[in-house]
């Protein structure tokens, strides 16, 4: 299968922050959220799928090509996306036009206006004072005007109502509808995952705890409970995300290990919710316990 | 090249509606004075010329469009000479603007003072004050490079240390250029009646020109190095 998108052992440090050989895949014909929670090194990795932030190690290679060595062409054929608007507020959508045009090679300014009369976003209106899901929409039309085969998004539904998401989400499913095309969008909004990604990737710490489908991860955890006095060594071990109260114990476990589960500790499956909350549990507790050593 | 003249098209898009008014009003205000009092005095819109440059970098900050920059297609460090390009095309458009108002301002001859024009010398004549402009575009080229790399190196939110010092070193210019005890009047005067010959006025222009763009191009590549590899 074609990769869109391969990165292997990214590593980027900042004061206080780090991605850690973060390594994932994104096939042709696909969309894959990314997903996990504020702080988590997804901004960090897209910055660098881009070539704006400056990578310590690692390889990133989209759509066949280096990120660094063929920036350029990669920008030619990528669309990006991000949570906030990046022009200035006073222009109009004409303007905006004019600015990128000379730009992209693929640009047309025909499907541009086209794109912006079936988003509803009014033309003699300055972007500065669009709606949230306008601005949104509009970076859309900026990306959609172009021949892209990837589109990037960085917490494109936040913010939005669930009109305007839900909107956005359609948006995305048409543009990946002919196969040839992959969008790679990170969220903290893990319904929108649920609603649209064929992949998922999740990251915490500034390292991968899971890449891989969706149904994969839907099927890879399961949610334990149970009394207090059923916690195991063996569930110490390898649970993830462990709180214990005096009433009793939860946590999130690989499902491969159901079937071994000791009497009166019951299971369910854990959705994509309860995944991000017990993986930043169990990477709060790693912290913790690098601080104790 | 093509990227830099794509990036100085998109920041005039950006800037012009913003500062088209301000920058009508004051070419009028200037232009006014020149033709009514003298030339000399319409001269310091070309020391400010360059702040339409300025108020580019605050409308970018503001609209977050270092974001858009860095996902244009454009290599890293491009923004830079766009910039200063730009600026240097401006500096020396309001130097064509005065030179050109001066000119016509002797033509007219509709001066309020014209005591004051004769007692100018060297000032009151056309090539004077084409002479003049041409030392203020060295320093309106000094100061707006300055400016530009201050806030390309330092960032945006730290550009008031371009302009304290900035202006605080033309003031000490001033003072030193004064206790030298030039006297620029009479200097000029020698200039305008002396250089006749037509060889002599171009390697003049071509040296003070150069001067100024050669101070734009060096604080480019010093903004240039400092900055390529700044993440966005």
Request: charged share 25%; hydrophobic share 45%; aromatic share 12%.
């Amino acid at each position: 299968m074609e990769n869109v998108l391969e990165i292997n052992d990214l590593c980027k440090r900042y004061k206080g922050f780090e991605l850690k050989n973060v390594s994932f895949t994104l096939p042709k014909g696909y969309i894959m959220g990314f997903v996990g929670q504020n702080g988590s090194g997804k901004t960090t990795t897209i910055r660098s799928i881009l070539n704006m932030a400056n990578i310590n190690s690692g390889e990133i290679k989209v759509l066949g090509l280096d990120s660094v060595k063929d920036e350029i062409q990669i920008k030619q054929r990528t669309g990006v996306v991000l949570d906030s608007l990046y022009f200035a507020e006073h222009l109009y959508i004409s303007e905006i036009d004019k600015m990128l045009r000379h730009f992209y090679e693929s640009w047309n300014s025909e499907k541009f206006y086209t794109l912006a009369k079936r988003f509803s976003l009014p033309v003699k209106k300055k972007v500065g004072s669009f709606s949230k899901g306008m601005k949104m929409k509009l970076m859309i039309a900026c990306a959609l005007s172009r021949d892209t085969q990837f589109l990037i998004l960085d917490e494109p539904t936040s913010g939005l109502d669930p009109v305007a998401r839900d909107e956005l989400l359609g948006i995305l499913s048409d543009y990946i509808e002919d196969g040839e095309r992959s969008i790679l969008f990170s969220t903290h909004i893990t319904a929108d995952v649920e609603h649209i990604a064929d992949y998922v990737t999740v990251l915490q710490g500034g390292k991968v705890w899971f890449t891989g489908t969706k149904d994969e991860l839907a099927e890879k955890y399961i949610i334990i409970k149970g009394e207090r006095s059923a916690v195991s060594e063996a569930i110490k071990k390898y649970s993830i995300g462990l709180r214990t109260r005096a009433t009793g114990f939860e946590a999130m476990l690989d499902s491969a290990y159901k079937n071994e589960l000791p009497q009166g500790v019951e299971y369910e499956k854990a959705d994509f919710d309860e995944i991000l909350v017990y993986i930043s549990r169990e990477d709060k507790k790693g912290d913790n316990d690098e601080r104790d050593n | 090249m093509k990227e830099i003249i794509d990036l100085m098209r998109l920041d005039f898009i950006c800037m012009k509606r913003k500062t088209l008014l301000p920058l009508v009003l004051a070419l009028i205000c200037a232009a006014a004075t020149g033709i009514f009092m003298h030339p000399v005095f319409m001269m310091m819109i070309l020391v400010f010329s360059w702040l339409p440059i300025e108020a580019l970098f605050s409308i970018t900050a503001k609209g977050n469009m270092d974001k858009l920059y860095g996902m244009l297609p454009v290599r890293r460090g491009r923004l830079v000479w766009a910039r200063f390009l730009l600026s240097a095309i401006i500096i020396a458009l309001a130097t064509a603007f005065v030179i050109a108002v001066a000119w016509l301002a002797f033509k007219l001859n509709l001066f309020y003072d014209k005591e004051l024009i004769l007692e100018s010398e060297g000032m009151g004549t056309f090539e004077g004050s084409v002479m003049m402009a041409s030392v203020i575009f060295d320093l309106s080229c000094l100061f707006c490079a300055w400016e530009l790399t201050t806030i390309f190196v330092l960032g945006m939110e730290r550009e008031f240390i371009g302009i304290v010092t900035g202006l605080l070193l033309m003031f000490v210019a001033t003072v030193v250029f004064v206790e030298m005890n030039i006297d620029m009047q009479s200097m000029l005067t020698k200039f305008a009646t002396g250089m006749g010959k037509l060889y002599m006025k171009s390697v003049y222009y071509v040296v003070v020109f150069g001067v100024g763009l050669a101070i734009m191009a060096a604080f480019a590549a010093i903004s240039y190095f400092a900055t390529r590899r700044r993440e966005i």
